[in-house]
């Protein structure tokens, strides 16, 4: 079975712009998660979602949304990009809310 | 507030010797624990889980990991390492009750491994 696929890979961008990345969960599972690594620390947690509804939201600001689709994939969007929101953006999946979470390989985002 | 500690930022072991990971925590109720594994450019892998009974538990890769509830800590423990465990481990808690469903993840251990 296919594990949490994410993309892109890689993304470039400058301050102020918008990007979108974009996440399908294993098969199956209903939650997706979100989480920011920033270079030399653990995974911080963004949002979470499960059944299409949004079920828990980190200490992030108003620039970061989320959503999920009918199919479970999700995208998180971040608005007016800041230098510090260079970062590994993780997606996590997992059955239920409080099953384990499976890692996608991450979208590493660099902000010029 | 829930938060981890992984006191050790950098670990460096010969190949063959043993391997301990330290892991704290600080949360109200018994939480929900793992330990992932995260090499270079790649996503997080999970070793292994705490979620109840047992407090001994085993993972991949020959890992394991003990639950002390007395000393909020959750420890993982390899007896002999390879030259491929050589990785970033971080411990996290997963939290019940109103932010059920969130992990809290330490800063992480890397893991230096000589020949």
């Known amino acids: 079975d296919a594990g949490v696929t994410q993309s892109p890979t890689h993304l470039i961008k400058t301050r102020g712009q918008q990007v979108t990345l974009r996440c399908s969960p294993i098969?199956?599972?209903?939650?997706v998660s979100w989480y920011q690594q920033v270079l030399g620390q653990g995974p911080q947690f963004i949002f979470q979602?499960?059944?299409?509804?949004?079920?828990g939201r980190g200490n992030f600001p108003d620039r970061f949304s989320a959503r999920q689709f009918p199919n479970y994939s999700s995208e998180l969007n971040v608005n007016a990009l800041l230098l510090g929101d260079s970062a590994l953006y993780l997606c996590?999946?997992?059955?239920?809310?409080?099953?384990?979470?499976?890692f996608g390989p991450g979208t590493r985002l660099l902000v010029l | 507030a829930q938060s981890v500690t992984q006191p050790d930022i950098h670990i460096t072991v010969s190949e063959g010797a043993s391997l301990e990971l330290r892991c704290n925590y600080s949360?109200?109720?018994?939480?929900?624990l793992f330990w992932y594994v995260q090499s270079p450019g790649q996503g997080l892998q999970l070793l292994l889980k705490y979620f109840s009974g047992d407090t001994l538990v085993q993972g991949i890769k020959g890992f394991e990991a003990e639950f002390k509830r007395s000393q909020s800590s959750f420890n993982l423990r390899k007896p002999s390492v390879h030259w491929s465990d050589a990785a970033e481990y971080f411990c996290?808690?997963?939290?019940?009750?109103?932010?059920?469903?969130?992990?809290?993840f330490g800063r992480g251990t890397q893991l230096t491994v000589w020949p």
């Open positions: 949360y109200g109720a018994t939480p929900y």
């Open positions: 979602y499960y059944e299409k509804e949004e079920r």
């Open positions: 996290a808690v997963g939290a019940r009750g109103s932010t059920l469903g969130r992990l809290y």
């Open positions: 996590a999946s997992s059955l239920t809310r409080v099953e384990t979470q499976y």
């Open positions: 098969s199956g599972h209903k939650s």
